[in-house]
C-alpha cells in the first residue's frame, strides 16, 4: 500500500514528530483545514474530513475536479469526486462549490443544491455580462428558469440589460447574481 500523502497545513499549527523521522503529515488538532498534495496538484479539505479521503489515491481531472476511481463491479469503474464523498447528495442534487474552486473541498464551501439553481450560480464568461446577448443591434436581457427563459427586455447598452437581469434575478430567485 502507497504512503497517504504529504498534508501541509494554511494555517500553520505546529507538526507532530512522526515515529521512524517521517515528517510529512500529523497536523495537530485546532487546525481548520489542511492542504493535501494529490497527483497533478493540491487540494483543501477540512481536518475532520483527512481520515476519510484519506484512503484513496486522488488526482485532478482534466475539468479540475478532485476525483478517485472506484470499482463499482468486477468489469466497471468509474469516477468519485471527493466533493461528494465529503458531502453526500442524493441523485438529481448537484454539490456547488460556492467560491468555484473546484480543489476547494472544505464543507463550509459546499453546498447541496439542485441542477436549475446550480446553473444560476455558475460564472459569466469573461468579458461577458451575465444574462445579456446582443442581436439586431440591440442588447437584450434574459433569465433562464425551469427549464425556460424569460426575456426581460432590449436595452441600449450592455450594462442597462445586465442591471434588468440582476433585478429579475433578485426578484424571482430571491439572492443575488454571481459575477
Given at each position: 500500500?502507497?504512503?497517504?500523502?504529504p498534508?501541509?497545513?494554511?494555517?500553520?499549527?505546529?507538526?507532530?514528530p512522526?515515529?521512524?523521522?517521517?515528517?510529512?503529515?500529523?497536523?495537530?488538532?485546532?487546525?481548520?483545514?489542511?492542504e493535501?498534495?494529490?497527483?497533478?496538484?493540491?487540494?483543501?479539505?477540512?481536518?475532520?474530513?483527512?481520515?476519510?479521503?484519506?484512503?484513496?489515491?486522488?488526482?485532478?481531472?482534466?475539468r479540475?475536479?478532485?476525483c478517485?476511481?472506484?470499482?463499482?463491479?468486477?468489469?466497471?469503474?468509474?469516477?468519485?469526486?471527493m466533493?461528494?464523498?465529503?458531502?453526500?447528495?442524493?441523485?438529481?442534487?448537484?454539490?456547488?462549490?460556492?467560491?468555484?474552486?473546484?480543489?476547494?473541498?472544505?464543507?463550509?464551501?459546499?453546498?447541496?443544491?439542485?441542477?436549475?439553481?446550480?446553473?444560476?450560480?455558475?460564472?459569466?464568461?469573461?468579458?461577458h455580462?451575465?444574462g445579456?446577448?446582443?442581436?439586431?443591434?440591440?442588447?437584450?436581457?434574459?433569465?433562464?428558469?425551469?427549464?425556460?427563459?424569460?426575456?426581460?427586455?432590449?436595452?441600449?447598452?450592455?450594462?442597462?440589460?445586465?442591471?434588468?437581469?440582476?433585478?429579475?434575478?433578485?426578484?424571482?430567485?430571491?439572492?443575488?447574481?454571481?459575477?
Amino acid at each position: 500500500m502507497l504512503p497517504p500523502p504529504p498534508i501541509t497545513s494554511r494555517t500553520t499549527p505546529p507538526r507532530l514528530p512522526l515515529p521512524g523521522g517521517d515528517q510529512s503529515g500529523a497536523v495537530v488538532a485546532g487546525c481548520e483545514w489542511v492542504e493535501v498534495q494529490i497527483t497533478g496538484g493540491s487540494c483543501r479539505v477540512d481536518t475532520e474530513d483527512l481520515a476519510l479521503v484519506n484512503g484513496y489515491r486522488w488526482h485532478i481531472t482534466s475539468r479540475g475536479y478532485v476525483c478517485t476511481t472506484i470499482r463499482v463491479s468486477p468489469t466497471r469503474q468509474t469516477q468519485l469526486p471527493m466533493h461528494r464523498l465529503i458531502l453526500p447528495a442524493p441523485l438529481g442534487v448537484d454539490v456547488h462549490h460556492k467560491n468555484h474552486d473546484r480543489t476547494d473541498n472544505r464543507r463550509g464551501n459546499l453546498e447541496q443544491t439542485t441542477r436549475s439553481r446550480h446553473h444560476y450560480k455558475r460564472r459569466s464568461k469573461p468579458g461577458h455580462l451575465k444574462g445579456t446577448g446582443f442581436d439586431r443591434g440591440r442588447w437584450y436581457a434574459r433569465l433562464g428558469m425551469d427549464g425556460k427563459q424569460k426575456h426581460l427586455g432590449r436595452f441600449d447598452t450592455a450594462e442597462e440589460a445586465h442591471e434588468a437581469y440582476c433585478r429579475a434575478f433578485r426578484k424571482y430567485i430571491g439572492e443575488e447574481p454571481t459575477a
